[in-house]
């Protein structure tokens, strides 16, 4: 319960389908893949909706890749990006493997970002690049939509809007603000909600214009013919694969509750996962928890773990085990 994935492995009709989808692809096995990707890009762009076009996509083994390939080229020696924190890590590692200089800024107490805060941030630091995440990792915090269209104002770069979870949001993507700001670039995956993490498929939505130099950086054929071929069946049986969001969420605000009604402090999450306050050291607690089988993240600040939503029962392991190390 430490990643973020899905507790819901393909099944049913749908593994059928991605099982015909991979035996096609490998029938054309000894050729290079496309190298456009322009079946999947376009398939994406129908999911994504709001008026992207295939060429407005740019997808990759995984939304970190694709975040590398966009710091690759935007960002390097000179460079500046700024997050805020506590946010997801891969950020920061992501900017700083490529030379770009990362700045933190910090949320507030309850995890949120005002407008106000955001653009004092930018305003201090002049940013080459600004990193925001909704649903914020590893909080799950939602973006205020105040916030957002401040830094899209305020910001003298690109902004990076994280959307790794927003299939779990009822608000839904931010993607319809792409035709009014050229400098907002989307990361989105199918490793959260479409239950994908083992096969590797994220992508980038933004302009043309900021997507094509990215073909400099990345390394020819970088996305396999069967990874592309899972993906499309996957995005053909998208509302299969996604109807165990509501399910998900429904045990989220069971452990929630539990969490809750134990005496923990729990963080708004609208994502696939809580973050609480052990009241204790989450380091401890962490590897008090670890010993009973049941990982969790530790990942600050200090008393604060990340716990992903799994099976019902994988839920009431945790939740015993807890009650169990924090007595
Ligand atoms: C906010 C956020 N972005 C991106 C990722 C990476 O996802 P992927 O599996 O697509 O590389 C994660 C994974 O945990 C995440 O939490």
């Keep these: 319960m430490n990643n973020n994935e899905s507790p819901c492995p393909p099944d049913g009709r749908h593994l059928d389908a991605l099982c015909s989808a991979a035996a096609k692809a490998l029938t054309t096995a000894n050729r290079y893949p496309d190298s456009d990707l322009s079946a999947l890009r376009s398939a994406l762009a ?36 700024l997050g ?56 799950g915090t939602p973006l205020d939509p105040a916030t957002l269209d401040t830094v899209l104002h305020a910001g003298p770069g690109l902004v990076v809007l994280d959307e790794a979870y927003i299939e779990f949001s009822a608000v839904g993507s931010r993607a319809g603000l792409l035709s009014r700001y050229p400098q907002l670039v989307i990361s989105r995956t199918m490793s959260k909600a479409f239950g994908f993490a083992g096969i590797r498929v994220g992508f980038l939505v933004a302009s043309a214009d900021v997507l094509t130099p990215l073909r400099i950086v990345a390394l020819p054929y970088h996305l396999s013919t069967l990874t592309a071929a899972v993906a499309l069946a996957a995005l053909d049986h998208a509302d299969e694969l996604l109807a165990n969001i509501p399910v998900i969420l429904a045990e989220r605000g069971r452990m929630r509750d539990a969490l809750v009604s134990s005496g923990h402090t729990v963080a708004r ?20 928890l670890a010993g009973r089988g049941v990982l969790v993240r530790d990942l600050g600040p200090g008393g604060w773990l990340r716990v992903t939503v799994g099976h019902p029962d994988e839920n009431d392991v945790f939740l015993k085990a807890l009650a169990d190390v924090t007595r």
């Design 46 to 81: 129908r999911y994504i909706g709001h008026g992207v076009g295939a060429d407005m996509v740019w997808p990759g083994n995984g939304s970190n890749e694709v975040l590398l390939h966009l710091l690759q080229t935007y960002g390097g020696p000179g460079r500046t990006a």
């Design 84 to 139: 805020f924190g506590p946010t997801y890590s891969m950020h920061e590692q992501i900017a700083t493997v490529t030379g770009t200089r990362w700045i933190q800024a910090d949320r507030d107490s309850h995890f949120g970002l005002s407008p106000e805060a955001a653009a004092a941030a930018i305003e201090r630091d002049r940013p080459d690049i600004v990193f925001l995440c909704a649903l914020n990792n590893p909080t």
């Design 269 to 288: 999450s609208d994502a696939n996962f809580l973050f609480f306050d052990t009241g204790a050291d989450s380091s401890a607690v962490a590897a008090r």
